[in-house]
């Protein structure tokens, strides 16, 4: 089992920067591609981005492309989103996810259902 911590949320203004970290309790982590989903309310959880276990190939959500970066760090068992450009559609819980059955960037990486282990979510709010 592989528990997920979210943090760094926040509130902040339009065109304001956060970033958000995901912490995994296990060592196997680093096998696994990790992916963010974010849930506004009334909305269904959306895609945002997916790194592959070795960090080198990341696929984006057209909505956050050139604003939101994701990233790894494998010492600490951490992700990251760093988000640039912030506006007030970007408003939502943020959810970080692993998917056990793999470690590369696949095209269902962008269906929630692909994930195994979820993180409890952190709340990004941004005011225009």
């Known amino acids: 089992q592989v528990q997920l911590v979210e943090s760094g949320g926040g509130m902040v203004q339009a065109g304001g920067s956060l970033r958000l970290s995901c912490a995994a309790s296990?060592?196997?982590?680093?096998?696994?591609?990790m992916g963010w989903f974010r849930q506004a309310p009334g909305k269904e959880r959306e895609f945002v981005a997916v790194?592959?276990?070795?960090?080198?190939?990341?696929l984006y959500a057209d909505s956050v492309k050139g604003r939101f970066t994701i990233s790894r760090d494998g010492a600490k068992n951490t992700v990251y989103l760093q988000m640039n450009s912030l506006k007030p559609e970007d408003t939502a819980v943020y959810y970080c996810?692993?998917?056990?059955?793999?470690?590369?960037?696949?095209?269902?990486?962008?269906?929630?259902?692909?994930?195994?282990?979820w993180g409890q979510g952190t709340q990004v709010t941004v005011s225009s």
């Open positions: 296990a060592r196997t982590f680093s096998d696994y591609a």
């Open positions: 790194i592959s276990w070795s960090g080198g190939v990341t």
């Open positions: 996810a692993a998917d056990r059955h793999s470690g590369y960037v696949l095209p269902l990486h962008s269906r929630k259902n692909t994930y195994d282990y």
